[in-house]
C-alpha cells in the first residue's frame, strides 16, 4: 500500500479545540490539563455508582497489590545500597565487595532489623523474600559461570608446575587448620546435619577458598595483572578453586544421604556429569557458540539456557546448582565470550549479586547468635588460623619454589583474599546444615575481615620491601 | 611494588609430576585426569565416616535444592519456548508476540496441563511460582516504561488536533461497545468485586485498548513507520493509551475501597502524584539525566531505582504498579534515554517478559472454565464487538479528517491490534476481582484474534486498494 498524503489532516489541526502542545512532551501535559480532571469527574462518578450499587463483597486490605510495594521498594533498596556501600569501600581503599557484603549485613537483623525492626518488616516480608532468593539464585549461578570462565581463561604458560604445587600448598594450610579447628568446635558449633568428617571436609574446604573475581580485581587496581606474580597468583587461584569446588561437590553429595550406597550413587552420578560435559558437551558447545557468532541474541540465548540446564542437572543429582554452573563457565568456549562474559557479569553484579548479599546479611543475626566472648573469641581464633594456613602454605611453598621473599609473601597475601566466593560456601554449609548459625556468623566475619585485609597487607609488603631495598641494596 | 621476575619458576615447570596440560584448557582437563579420580576416593572414605560417625538426623530429601532445580529448568524452558514460538510466529506473517502468547498459553494448563499433568506440576510448583511472578512484575514495569517513553517520543508535528479526535474516536467506539457487552454479561461472567458501574467502566476501558509496542513492530515490519499514516496512527494509539490508562487507574482506584471517602482519597493520591511527577520529577529528572549522561552505569541505576520507586508509589497508593511505570517513562527525558530504553526494552523482552506471558498462560484455564457453548458464543459476540468498535470507530472519525477510505480502514485495522498490552490489562482485572476466570480466558481469546488479525487485515486491505485502483484508475 502506498500511503496517500494526509494533507488535509494538517490544514486543520486542532479540531475539537483541545490544547495540544505541539512539543514531543505533549502527551505528558496534555494527559494532566485536558484529561485527568474530567476522569476525576468520572471517578466521582463511578463512587457514587459503586456505593449505590455494590451488593459484593469488598476485598480484603491485603492483596497482591500490597506486596508489590515492598517487592518493588526492597529490589530499588537493595541495588542502591550495595552501590553506595561499594563506593564508599573503594573510597577507602577496599575492594567493593567488601562493602557490597557490608551493605547486606546492613540491611539485614544484625543493623536495620535491630535499629528499625519495623522498617526491615516492611521491607523484606515473608512474601518478599522468595522473589530476592530467586534474584540471588540467579545472581550466583551466574557469577559461578564466570569465575568458571576466569578459570578457564588463565593461561599456564610455563607457570603451570609451580602454581599447581603452590596451589595445594594454598589448600593444605588451610585445610589442616580448618580441620584442627572442626575438631575443637565440633560439638558446640557445628550445624545439625554435621557428622565429624564431613564437618572437618567442610570447614577446611571453607578455609581454603579464595576469591577469584576479587583476586582479579585487586590485581587490576593495583597494576599486578599482567605481571608474573599476578599471573601466578591468578592460576594458584584457579587450581586451588578447581580443588576446593570439586571438595565441597564431593562433600555435599555425601552430606546427609542416609545410607552410603546413596552417597556413592550421588558421588558417581557427579563425576559421570563432570566426564560428560568435559568430553561431549565442551567441545560441542565450542562449535555451535562459534557457529553463532553473527547472531549474538541466539548465541546468548543458548549460552543462558545451557547455564540454567547445567544448573537444574547438578542441582537434580543432588548438589547444589552453583557447580553445574561453575562447570559449564569451565566448558564454555574461553576466547569468543569473553565479552558476552563481560556483559553477564555487569549486569549480574549489578542488578543480581546484590541480592545475595542481601540474603547473606539476613541470615546472619549477630544479635540472636549472642554476641558473647566465646563468639568473638571463636572469631578471632577462626581469623588467625585461617590467615595463617592461607598466608604461611602458599608463601613456604612459594620460595621453596624459587621466588623471592617479599613475592612469596604476596602470594600468600592474595591467595588470602576469600571475599564473595568464602560467602557463596557458607550459605551452602547452612543450607546442608552444616554450620550452626553461631558459626554462620564467625565464618561471614572471617571472610570480611580476610578480604578487607589483602589491600593494606599488600601495602604494607610493599613499604616493607621499598625499606629493605633502600637499606639493604648491597643484597642485589 | 615492583614484582621481581620469576624466572626461576619457569626453569622447574612440572616439578610435583602431575601432567598440566599447557593450553588454556588445562584446569578443566586437570580436573578430571588428576582431582576426580582423588576425590572419588576421598567421597568414599567420607561415606564411610558418615555412616559409621552420624548420630544425628538425616535431612529431609525435599530441602530448598529440589527447588532450584525446577526454578532454573522452568526459568530455562520458559524463555526458550516464548522465543521459539516467537520464532514460528514471524514464519507465518505475525508479529512475535502472536507467538509468544501462544506459547504462554501452551505451558498453562490448556494446553500442557492437560496432556502432561505429572510435566506440568512438577515444572511450575507453588514453591517456584512466586518467583517466575516477581520477574513477570519486572519485565511488567520495565513495558510499561518503555511504553511511556515511547509515547512520549511520539512526535505531534501538526497531526495533533486529527490525532486526538480520532484517537478519542478509537476509544469512544469499544468503550460503548464494551458498556452495551457489559450489561448483557454483568450478570454471569463479572468479577466477585465488580458493581455494575465498575464492570462496565472495565470492560469499556479493556475493549479501547491498543497495543503500541505491537503497533510499532508491524509499522516498522511494512515499512510504514515514517509515513504519514504510520506516524498518525502512532499518534493516536499514543494519546488513546494514555486516555485508557488514566481511565483504568481510576477505576482502579475506585474499585474495592469500601467507602467512597476512601476512593476519593485514592483518587486525589493519584492525580497529586500525576502533578508531582509531571511538573516536578520531570524537569528534575531531565537535569539529573543528561548530567549522568557520561556515567551510563551511574545513570542506569537511577533510572532503574526511579522507575521502582513510583511503580511502588502508585502501588502503594492503591492502583497497580503499572500506571506509576508508565507515568515514570512519560516523565523521563526521551532523546537521550533512547539507547538505553532500548536496551532495557530488549532484555526485559528477551529475558522478563516471557515469564509475564507464562503467567498470563497459568492463570488461563480453559478447561476449568468449561469450554462449552455459551464461552464459544461471548467469544465471538465479545470478538465482534471489540473489533467493530475499534475498526469502525477511527475509520468513520478518519474519513470525516478527510483521510482517504483506504488509509482510513487502514487505521482502525491498525489501531485494533490489542497484543501484549491488553493482557496487562485484563491480568489486572482478574487480580482486581472485575473478571470472571471465564470472561478472564474470552477476553484472552479476543486479545489474541485482534492482534493476529491485524496482518492478515492489512494485506487484504493493500490488494482491495490495488484492485480498486487497477480497475479504476479513470478515478485519479
Given at each position: 500500500?502506498?500511503?496517500?498524503?494526509?494533507?488535509?489532516?494538517?490544514?486543520?489541526?486542532?479540531?475539537?479545540?483541545?490544547?495540544?502542545?505541539?512539543?514531543?512532551?505533549?502527551?505528558a501535559?496534555?494527559?494532566?490539563?485536558?484529561?485527568l480532571?474530567?476522569?476525576?469527574?468520572?471517578?466521582?462518578?463511578?463512587?457514587l455508582?459503586?456505593?449505590?450499587?455494590?451488593?459484593?463483597?469488598?476485598?480484603?486490605?491485603?492483596?497482591?497489590?500490597?506486596?508489590?510495594?515492598?517487592?518493588?521498594?526492597?529490589?530499588?533498596?537493595?541495588?542502591?545500597?550495595?552501590?553506595?556501600?561499594?563506593?564508599?569501600?573503594?573510597?577507602?581503599?577496599?575492594?567493593?565487595?567488601?562493602?557490597?557484603?557490608?551493605?547486606?549485613?546492613?540491611?539485614?537483623?544484625?543493623?536495620?532489623?535491630?535499629?528499625?525492626?519495623?522498617?526491615?518488616?516492611?521491607?523484606?516480608?515473608?512474601?518478599?523474600?522468595?522473589?530476592?532468593?530467586?534474584?540471588a539464585?540467579?545472581?550466583?549461578?551466574?557469577?559461578?559461570?564466570?569465575?568458571?570462565?576466569?578459570?578457564?581463561?588463565?593461561?599456564?604458560?610455563?607457570?603451570g608446575?609451580?602454581?599447581?604445587?603452590?596451589?595445594?600448598?594454598?589448600?593444605?594450610?588451610?585445610?589442616?587448620?580448618?580441620?584442627?579447628?572442626?575438631?575443637?568446635?565440633?560439638?558446640?558449633?557445628?550445624?545439625?546435619?554435621?557428622?565429624?568428617?564431613?564437618?572437618?571436609?567442610?570447614?577446611?574446604?571453607?578455609?581454603?577458598?579464595?576469591?577469584?573475581?576479587?583476586?582479579?580485581?585487586?590485581?587490576?587496581?593495583r597494576?599486578?595483572?599482567?605481571?608474573?606474580?599476578?599471573?601466578?597468583?591468578?592460576?594458584?587461584?584457579?587450581?586451588?578453586?578447581?580443588?576446593?569446588?570439586?571438595?565441597?561437590?564431593?562433600?555435599?553429595?555425601?552430606?546427609?544421604?542416609?545410607?552410603?550406597?546413596?552417597?556413592?550413587?550421588?558421588?558417581?552420578?557427579?563425576?559421570?556429569?563432570?566426564?560428560v560435559?568435559?568430553?561431549?558437551?565442551?567441545?560441542?558447545?565450542?562449535?555451535?557458540?562459534?557457529?553463532?557468532?553473527?547472531?549474538?541474541?541466539?548465541?546468548?540465548?543458548?549460552?543462558?539456557?545451557?547455564?540454567?540446564?547445567?544448573?537444574?542437572?547438578?542441582?537434580?543429582?543432588?548438589?547444589?546448582?552453583?557447580?553445574?554452573?561453575?562447570?559449564?563457565?569451565?566448558?564454555?568456549?574461553?576466547?569468543?565470550?569473553?565479552?558476552?562474559?563481560?556483559?553477564i557479569?555487569?549486569?549480574?553484579?549489578?542488578?543480581?549479586?546484590?541480592?545475595?548479599?542481601?540474603?547473606?546479611?539476613?541470615?546472619?543475626d549477630?544479635?540472636?547468635?549472642?554476641?558473647?566472648?566465646?563468639?568473638?573469641?571463636?572469631?578471632?581464633?577462626?581469623?588467625?588460623?585461617?590467615?595463617?594456613?592461607?598466608l604461611a602454605?602458599?608463601?613456604?611453598?612459594a620460595?621453596?619454589?624459587?621466588?623471592?621473599?617479599?613475592?612469596?609473601?604476596?602470594?600468600?597475601?592474595?591467595?588470602?583474599?576469600?571475599?564473595?566466593?568464602?560467602?557463596?560456601?557458607?550459605?551452602?554449609?547452612?543450607?546442608?546444615?552444616?554450620?550452626?548459625?553461631?558459626?554462620?556468623?564467625?565464618?561471614?566475619?572471617?571472610?570480611?575481615?580476610?578480604?578487607?585485609?589483602?589491600?593494606?597487607?599488600?601495602?604494607?609488603?610493599?613499604?616493607?620491601?621499598?625499606?629493605?631495598?633502600?637499606?639493604?641494596?648491597?643484597?642485589?
Open positions: 500500500m502506498t500511503p496517500t498524503p494526509t494533507g488535509t489532516v494538517e490544514l486543520d489541526p486542532r479540531p475539537s479545540g483541545t490544547p495540544v502542545s505541539r512539543r514531543g512532551a505533549g502527551a501535559v496534555y494527559a494532566l490539563t485536558a484529561i480532571p474530567a476522569l476525576a469527574a468520572v471517578g466521582l462518578l463511578v463512587m455508582g459503586t456505593s449505590a450499587g455494590t451488593a459484593r463483597p469488598v476485598p480484603s486490605a491485603s492483596g497482591p497489590v500490597e506486596h508489590s510495594v515492598q517487592l518493588f521498594a526492597a529490589i530499588a533498596v537493595v541495588i542502591l545500597a550495595a552501590r553506595l556501600f561499594g563506593r564508599l569501600a573503594r573510597g577507602v581503599g577496599q575492594p567493593p565487595v567488601v562493602g557490597e557484603i557490608f551493605a547486606g549485613l546492613c540491611l539485614g537483623p544484625s543493623v536495620l532489623g535491630a535499629l528499625l525492626p519495623g522498617v526491615s518488616a516492611w521491607l523484606f516480608p515473608a512474601e518478599v523474600r522468595p522473589v530476592l532468593q530467586g534474584l539464585d540467579l545472581g550466583l549461578i551466574a557469577l559461578m559461570f564466570v569465575v568458571g570462565q576466569e578459570t578457564r581463561q588463565t593461561s599456564f604458560r610455563g607457570q608446575g609451580a602454581a599447581v604445587t603452590i596451589a595445594h600448598a594454598g589448600i593444605a594450610g588451610p585445610f589442616l587448620g580448618g580441620a584442627l579447628l572442626a575438631s575443637l568446635l565440633y560439638r558446640d558449633w557445628a550445624g545439625p546435619q554435621a557428622s565429624p568428617v564431613v564437618f572437618a571436609m567442610f570447614l577446611g574446604s571453607a578455609l581454603s577458598i579464595t576469591a577469584f573475581p576479587v583476586l582479579a580485581r585487586i590485581l587490576v587496581e597494576d599486578m595483572f599482567r605481571t608474573p606474580l599476578g599471573r601466578l597468583s591468578m592460576l594458584c587461584a584457579a587450581i586451588a578453586d578447581v580443588v576446593a569446588w570439586c571438595l565441597i561437590a564431593v562433600m555435599t553429595a555425601v552430606a546427609g544421604r542416609d545410607t552410603p550406597v546413596r552417597a556413592a550413587l550421588t558421588v558417581t552420578l557427579v563425576l559421570a556429569y563432570g566426564v560435559m568435559t568430553w561431549l558437551v565442551r567441545p560441542w558447545l565450542a562449535r555451535i557458540l562459534t557457529a553463532l557468532e553473527d547472531r549474538p541474541e541466539i548465541r546468548l540465548l543458548v549460552l543462558l539456557a545451557g547455564l540454567l540446564a547445567s544448573s537444574a542437572v547438578t542441582s537434580a543429582i543432588g548438589i547444589h546448582a552453583i557447580f553445574g554452573a561453575f562447570l559449564y563457565g569451565l566448558c564454555c568456549p574461553s576466547g569468543s565470550l569473553s565479552r558476552l562474559t563481560e556483559r557479569n555487569s549486569v549480574s553484579g549489578l542488578l543480581l549479586l546484590p541480592f545475595f548479599f542481601v540474603g547473606t546479611g539476613l541470615r546472619t549477630v544479635w540472636r547468635s549472642g554476641l558473647d566472648a566465646s563468639l568473638l573469641g571463636v572469631t578471632v581464633l577462626v581469623v588467625a588460623v585461617s590467615m595463617l594456613g592461607k602454605g602458599p608463601m613456604l611453598m620460595r621453596s619454589t624459587g621466588l623471592s621473599w617479599p613475592d612469596s609473601a604476596s602470594l600468600g597475601v592474595l591467595l588470602n583474599a576469600r571475599g564473595l566466593t568464602e560467602l557463596v560456601v557458607l550459605n551452602l554449609g547452612l543450607a546442608l546444615g552444616m554450620l550452626s548459625e553461631r558459626l554462620f556468623v564467625v565464618l561471614v566475619a572471617m571472610a570480611l575481615v580476610t578480604t578487607a585485609a589483602t589491600a593494606p597487607l599488600l601495602s604494607l609488603l610493599d613499604r616493607l620491601t621499598a625499606r629493605r631495598r633502600d637499606g639493604g641494596a648491597r643484597r642485589l
